[in-house]
């Protein structure tokens, strides 16, 4: 496959995402898996018309999964805890083959209801029942930086990229 080479802004663009991973804190690296078998497998037909509905959907299961989260961690009243509220930054790929998030994930509540790493498998398996979760402790941001804007020289996406809390107070896109 080629690919068209990135233009200056776009690599602009990649490096400050990346310089702002790398200025914060983050607690967790979390991949959320659709493991859709018919997108994944190229003998049988999309599930989606287009990436574009595979992006809608992967959006809004992060939305959801968001609030779901949330609201585990800090209570019915999780939305006017907003400086409580979880912070992450996330970049949607292949959302036309095996559709999955990856984030890294900042814990500002200081005494959650409940762990992290149980919540958030509940919550994506619930909105997604074929999905998956992978939850891992973030030791080193820099190659984790690097590894969750790699598609992004070649044409960063606001459909496909998402900072946290924000999308959870957006009504659907």
């Known amino acids: 496959m080629h690919r068209k080479h990135p233009d200056m802004s776009q690599h602009r663009l990649s490096n400050a995402l990346v ?3 790398r200025s914060n804190e983050w607690s967790f690296y979390v991949t959320l898996s659709s493991n859709d078998r018919a997108r994944a497998s190229k003998s049988s037909s999309p599930s989606f018309a287009s990436a574009a509905k595979a992006e809608l959907f992967m959006r809004d299961r992060l939305r ?7 609201r585990a961690l800090l209570g019915k009243h999780w939305q006017v805890r907003s400086q ?7 970049v949607l790929e292949k959302p036309a083959s095996n559709a999955h998030w990856h984030l890294l994930v900042k814990m500002r509540c200081l005494h959650p209801k409940r762990e992290f790493e149980g ?15 992978d939850v891992q402790p973030v030791g080193s941001v820099i190659g984790l930086s690097r590894y969750i804007t790699k598609t992004m020289p070649y044409g960063p ?6 900072i946290l809390p924000e999308i959870s107070s957006q009504q659907g896109k």
Do not use: H, I, K, P
């Open 84 to 90: 409580e509220r979880l912070e992450a930054f996330g």
């Open 119 to 133: 919540v958030a498998e509940e919550a994506w398996q619930a909105l997604v029942t074929t999905g998956s979760v």
């Open 157 to 162: 996406s606001s459909d496909r990229t998402v």
């Open 19 to 21: 310089q702002m991973m």
């Open 64 to 70: 959801n999964w968001d609030a779901r989260v949330n």
